[in-house]
């Protein structure tokens, strides 16, 4: 089935950094969500991309829909200690838009 | 705003036992979907269902099943549980299906077969 590779996998920052992870796919997408999961809690919705070339910002974070609709990026500006968690992209492919698909996660470490 | 209810939170079992992981919304969404969360492997869909009556396979539907008699609820049955089912379990639900429909996740089951 249709994977998504997202990178990187660890990220170990110093507060105020900017970051900026990735996710992949050899097959097109037709949406692109990114997710951040705190621990012990439920994955809870950034970012949504409908759009091919879409760029996106909420708030220090902006997430874009590759162009060729096999990759998206989030980039976060002047991480504060709360930005700490793990971050997920998942997509709806674009055949069998009903099952979500996740990366693997970027977990983001911050030091103050 | 309860959102997305999960119950219950943590959960051990032994091998062989069956348990049933209860889910409930009360956004009126009509899709909802059941994954489960492995180190390093992401979530992985379990089953989901596009509304009441109507269910379907995910990408790691073996040794589960689900049910979906109301629009609220989606629990999710161990029939015999094993070790390899020891994860966290996430229910997710969204207005309706289809690539533009984000979904809205629960805080999860943490489960454990011994």
């Known amino acids: 089935g249709q994977q998504l590779n997202q990178s990187p996998q660890s990220m170990f920052i110093q507060e105020g950094e900017d970051v900026s992870m990735n996710c992949t796919s050899s097959?097109?997408?037709?949406?692109w969500l990114w997710y951040k999961q705190d621990p012990g809690e439920g994955p809870v919705l950034l970012i949504a991309l409908y759009k091919a070339g879409e760029l996106t910002s909420n708030g220090r974070l902006t997430a874009q829909f590759g162009i060729t609709r096999k990759d998206s990026f989030l980039n976060i500006s002047a991480s504060i200690p709360s930005d700490v968690g793990i971050y997920f992209c998942a997509g709806f492919p674009r055949q069998g838009a009903q099952k979500l698909v996740f990366g693997q996660g970027t977990r983001l470490t911050i030091n103050p | 705003n309860a959102g997305v209810t999960q119950t219950p939170k943590f959960q051990v079992l032994k091998t062989g036992q069956s348990m049933t992981l209860q889910c409930a919304q009360d956004?009126?969404?009509?899709?909802m979907s059941w994954y489960r969360q492995d180190p390093g492997m992401g979530l992985r869909l379990i089953h989901y269902s596009v509304g009441a009556g109507i269910t379907d396979q995910g990408e790691v539907p073996n040794g589960y099943n689900v049910s979906r008699s109301t629009t609220e609820d989606f629990p999710l049955r161990l029939l015999s549980a094993a070790p390899s089912q020891t994860s966290v379990y996430f229910c997710?639900?969204?207005?309706?299906?289809?690539?533009?429909?984000?979904?809205?996740f629960g805080d999860g089951t943490r489960l454990s077969i011994l």
């Open positions: 097959s097109i997408f037709n949406t």
């Open positions: 997710a639900s969204s207005r309706s299906q289809g690539s533009n429909q984000p979904q809205h």
């Open positions: 956004m009126n969404h009509e899709y």
